[in-house]
């Protein structure tokens, strides 16, 4: 009857460490104690619990001393950590262990018994303890008394701030390399020499700043280079203040949440609270940001390459035309040359348009011109291609042309001024000098592949009956940690299925409460338009910026409720500079409001009525609406229709710079959807309307261009398409005529004489200034052009910006 002993050791072990498991936790650590890495509970928790200090495994059998929060979240198995103290020098899963040494020193040593890591606190003859807050700061300080830490972890970050942790002069932030690896990237937030909170790339080839942007003067990008105390803080309210003049609430400001601010892997630096969304469990999301489009963050494609963003996809890479990737998994290596440099063959260019490469000139060529540029660069077997920018200096539009030495930071949107890259000639097939690389196109990261680290340890001798006995325990051992593996296995299978992705997508705006906008807004009292969709407001948000305040009409609500939820999901995820801005909505009841950045000098229509425009600003507002559609209609990734494209829908804002607004009628289609797309019912504006509404035809993005055809005459010839349906202006036949037709029958009429002489006939009389007769003929042709009723004879919106620059050029 001796078969039944190992049994019961077994259920006793079993048993027992079952019952001793929620061991009751440590707060301190006192002189001459250790935490040890094999020991899974010997972990420090503040008396909170909220935090957990222990080690945290970082690869196969490599660990970290970290702290992070106790809880993991519902859907990702691993707690967020939010402090390291050996990020690039993991320690051994076994032997390893942090202890707070007699003399004072708090030290990590490895198996080995080498010392990877230490607080260099020795000679404190005090009695000292290691406590972990409820701040989550791991601070070693006397035992008795409230005296200064001796050493406190908030002085040390890694990559993430807590609330009310002083960021100073001495501090810095480091990114890891990626989702996976958790040793030191390339990017750093620190305070720069010159005072100023800064945002670094500092990767073994190149060094660069890249917040605030380095082409805008400190006092541009709002911060201050006077203050020397360098100090910043996020406080537990969501606001964010340094002295460099730096400041913004996060968008859940006031509520009391667990927030971090982090330094992300890809450079951006956010702000992330944890909202509880009941059923799905908890997420960190993002309540602010550095950057909404992370192309502007520098080296983060690598050399010779060019970076697209979307909200939907992230950050894309592609190698310039020419190159090729120099490694498969890591986009920081960016892309090398195919073919041999400084050969001695004969070059050509590939142009880019929408393309800027930052940095890197290793001359300018000002008030140049293009054949110029490219001599200049064909005779330099060092310049690799250069960007020919038309600019202002002291007072002068000009040609300038930068010589790159090197092709880095190349990002991709909007940006109007072309870049050349050089290449040999036999690289460069007509076809391709005039490229438009497409977002589309591009090639995503592979996903970072995590790598297994084996860190050594020496054996020790041990005698032979201690190795017995050794062998006797780890038998029993194996068979407990059997008996555990199946246990959680069947408890942790479904969670293990779940845990993914580790950054929850920022929601991108704010939702409001119906009382917050009613106090905005002063109980809605100032009414600045009104539109079919509803009534917009002027309000003064808590946080002091003015918006504009769209409640929609509740008579209509059904209808309301779509053109709300169509509003709300495809400018949530809109980003450019000729669109309008959207800071959040409010669904509360019956109420259906969307909260816009306001625009002072109102809209497009208002401002054609009063007469406020020469034609210098009616040409930028042509190109900025032009660009606007173009990002609607094909940088996004998606096409978006606007679908009401018309002066009420376009807002001006101090300096005149147009910005689209208004996508209650817009509609989400897939690429390859858009050739039978079909709307159920009419949309759109009478006036601006394709013929395709009316002949039931094919929606496409042609209606856009038909509709900014419209209002480009509209702003030339000062009559509005809709009166002009309404009086009948113009008709001889009896027959309604549309302005499109009127300017057509005006130019027909002019046929055979002097070029250009109908232009008198149709340009408002009203508008005052020189106009440049070349420019604005040009400007009607193209608005004609677009206005084509047959929609395959109309130019595609980005086309129509390419010929509105080039038009820009010419003057
Ligand atoms: C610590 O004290 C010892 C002896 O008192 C001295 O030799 C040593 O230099 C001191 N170390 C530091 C870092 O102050
Ligand atoms: C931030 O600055 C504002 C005004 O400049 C001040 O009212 C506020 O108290 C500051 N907040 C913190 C946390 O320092
Ligand atoms: C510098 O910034 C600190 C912290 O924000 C502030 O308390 C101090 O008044 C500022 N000093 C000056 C001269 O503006
Ligand atoms: C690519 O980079 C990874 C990680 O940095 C490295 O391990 C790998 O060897 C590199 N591959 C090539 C082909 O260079
Ligand atoms: C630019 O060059 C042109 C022709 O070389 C010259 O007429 C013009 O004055 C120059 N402009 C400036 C601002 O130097
Ligand atoms: C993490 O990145 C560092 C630096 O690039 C590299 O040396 C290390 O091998 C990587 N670790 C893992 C686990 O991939």
Redesign the pocket.
Known sequence: MFWHIPILIILYNFLFTYSSSPSSPTHSLSKGSSVYVDRKDDNLVSPNKLFTAGFYEVGTNAYCFSIWFTEPLAQNMNPTVIWMANRDMPVNGKHSKLSLQD?GDLVLHDADQSIVWST?T??TSRSLSLQLEDTGNLVLREVNGDSVPVWESFDHPTDTLLPDQLFTKNSQLISSRSNANFSSGYFRLYFENNNVLSLLYNSPEITSVYWPPPYQKTWEAGRSAYNNSRIAKLDSQGQFNSSDDLGFFVWDFGMSRQRIMKLDYDGNIRVYSLIDHQKEGKKWEVQWQAFSGSCKIHGVCGPNSLCTYSQETGRKCACVPGYKRKNQTDWTFGCEPKFRTCAQVSEDYIKLRFVEFYGFDMSVLLNSTLEACKQACLNDCKCKGFQFKFENTNYNYNYNCYLKSLLYNGYQRGFRDPMYIKLPKQLVSPAQQALIVKGSNLICPEQQQIMPIQRSYEKKHASSSLKFLLWFVYGIGIMEVLLVLIFFYITLKDSFRTAKSYFPIASGFKRFTYTELKTATRNFSKEIGRGGAGVVYKGKLSDDRTAGIKMLKEGNIHQGEAEFQAEISTIGRLNHMNLIETWGYCIEGKHRLVVYEYMENGSLATCLNSNKLDWGKKLEIAIGTAKGLAYLHEECLEWVLHCDVKPHNILLDADYNPKVADFGLSKLFDRGAIENSCFSRIRGTRGYMAPEWVFNLPITSKVDVYSYGVVVLEMITGKSPLQMLQLGEGSSSGRDQTLVEWVRSKIREHIGSQNGAWIEEIVDGRTCGEYDTRALINLVKVALQCAEDDRDARPSMSQVVNILLDLRYDD
């Open positions: 003399d260099e020795k000679n």
